[in-house]
């Protein structure tokens, strides 16, 4: 292992944020953001064709094909902390459509694809200051 002040210092802060977020990373810092999971072996296809457009929009994204219940990949997903599994099954391969479940709000909706590729690159940026004001810096009346 190698020791240097420059590494130790990544260390504490990355120890910081997984401490203060209990291991809830904000979406845009998250290191896995999106799983997508089909609920089938028929809708495999559309799983990778979603994975590959939310790749593409510069999203961390992982598909995951096994051969298990969406409730088990759903499950598994939460306790690594991945915050938005996407479930593709049959009628939003037909539609166009994708299911996206929040884990850390606890909310579900189904998109269509394009929407949800927009929502999604909009809530990968990294966060501003929208007051203009630049962070620990004092105005003078």
Known sequence: MLHRALFGSLERLTGILLEHYAG?????????????GPISAQTEAYALEVA???NGAGLHVETDLRNE??????????VAKVPLPIVV???E???????????HGGHQQ???????????????????????????RLENP
């Open 52 to 54: 590959g457009q939310l």
């Open 89 to 91: 099954g049959q009628r």
């Open 110 to 136: 189904t998109l269509p694809l394009a929407q949800a590729l927009a929502e999604l690159a909009q809530q990968n940026q990294y966060p501003s200051n929208l007051s203009g004001k630049q962070p620990g």
């Open 69 to 78: 219940k969406i409730g088990y990949k759903i499950r598994e997903h939460s």
């Open 24 to 36: 809830w990373l904000p979406f845009w810092l998250a290191p896995m953001q999106v799983v997508v």
């Open 93 to 103: 391969m037909q539609d166009g459509q994708v299911t996206l479940r929040w884990l």
